[in-house]
Each structure stands twice: as C-alpha cells, then as structure tokens.
C-alpha cells in the first residue's frame, strides 16, 4: 500500500515548496550591486576619472606612456584598485598625463580614441603593449626619429603610431584608420593633454612619474602595495 500524507503534512509541504520558489524568484531578481567603475566623467581639465563620485578618497594619478614603472603600476595595480576600491565606491581614480615626449604625446591621443568610456580598456591595452613598442623605439632608425619631430602634431604621431606599432595595436580594437586621424589631429585633445602637463609641473610640482595625490597630497610612493596602504589608511581617517 502507497501511504497518502494527511492534509496538514501535504499543506506544509506545499507551503515549503511555494516559499522556496519564492526565495529564487528574490534572488534572480535581485539587482547586482553598481559597479562605481563603469561611472566616468571628464574633469574641467579635460582628464578621466573613473568611480563614484561623491567617493571618500579622491586618488589622481600622473602617468606617462613611456614610463615603465607606470606600465609597472598598470599591470600590478589596475585589477585590484578596480575590484577592490573603485567598484565599491571608495575611491574616485582620476587619470593625469604627464606628456614627456612625442610618442608619449601619440600613445596619449589614440587612449582616448572612443571618449570616456572606451578610455580605461585603450589605456590598459597600450600599457601591456608597452615592451613591444619600446622595442621597436629602440630599433627605429636614424631617419624615422627624425620624422618624428616633422609636421604638424598630427602628422609626427601618425608617424609615429605607425613606427612604433601603436596605429596596429589601436586597429585590432576596431578603430579605423580614419578614426585614428582624427583623434590624432584633435586640436582640443591635444591642448587638454598639454594643459594636464602643465598643471602638473608648475601647480602640482610632480617631477617624475608615476605621481599619485590622495585627496590632494602627494603619496610619495609609486608601487601597488605601498599606494594600496595608503590608500587603506585614508579610508579609516575620520
């Protein structure tokens, strides 16, 4: 013989099974939690900050393409500043070039290439490309760099986006040729990093790169783990 529940032991059953369902429906329903770093403006300087903006510890960085501790920086601090800061709203990252040279001025033009949004994945992908171009910086003969200082803004960098692999690494993200051009020939780009350059060096007083100011004050360090403590210590001051 089958046993059959009594009407109470089915109901509570039934009422157990309802409940469960319930609790899934919440969950799939559940918004995610905002992640801060798909939040981007432009500050009145022309420069990218990424992050909630009302955040507790506003973290600016002076950074050059050409410098290899910031590609150092880029490629030990970026995930976890990212995951671990700037999605959970603690920290507004504020990216300042510091142009130091004419391919540094190339490289800083085409990361903007796509505006605000697209920003942060061409700074990144410039940064990792990093060995290869300082190689064939390395390897460019006499009558390249020469051409590099020739021309307009514009034409020196798409010299030298082609030379150095820079125009190849920005084509494999889908910008094309035309669209490369005109971020390169961008009069206001081009101002706005010089304007950043310039603020650095005489209202900031950065003499080298990577700079890092914590709400306002020079960090002094320019390693991840050494900014991260910092970083940790700002977030506990009252």
């Known amino acids: 013989m089958v046993a059959i529940p009594s009407a109470p032991l089915a109901r509570r059953a039934a009422l157990g099974a309802l409940a469960a369902s319930a609790m899934l429906l919440l969950t ?40 290899h501790v910031c590609g150092d920086f880029a490629k030990a601090g970026s995930a976890p500043l990212k995951a671990q800061y700037i999605d959970k709203g603690l920290v507004l990252f504020e990216y300042r070039n510091l142009v130091r040279d004419p391919v540094d001025m190339t490289a800083a033009l085409l990361a903007r290439c796509g505006g605000p949004k697209a920003f942060a994945g061409n700074h990144q992908a410039i940064f990792a490309a990093m060995p290869e171009m300082l190689a064939r910086l390395n390897k460019a003969s006499d009558a390249q760099k020469t ?14 986006a082609a030379d150095t692999g820079l125009a190849a690494l920005m084509t494999a993200r889908g910008y094309t040729a035309a669209q490369q051009n005109a971020c390169l020939d961008s009069a206001v780009a081009q101002a706005e990093l ?9 209202a900031d007083r950065v003499a080298g790169t990577p700079t890092f100011f914590i709400n306002g004050r020079n960090a002094e360090v320019v390693a991840w783990p050494a900014l991260k403590s910092k970083l940790d210590l700002a977030l506990k001051a009252p």
């Open 194 to 202: 010089t304007g950043m350059t310039n603020i650095g060096r005489n």
């Open 28 to 67: 799939a329903a559940a918004p995610a939690a905002p992640r801060w770093s798909a939040t981007v403006t432009t500050s009145g300087i022309g420069a990218y900050s990424v992050g909630n903006p009302a955040a507790k510890v506003k973290l600016v960085e002076y950074f050059s393409y050409t410098c």
């Open 147 to 160: 051409s590099w200082f020739e021309g307009t803004t514009g034409e020196r960098a798409r010299k030298i």
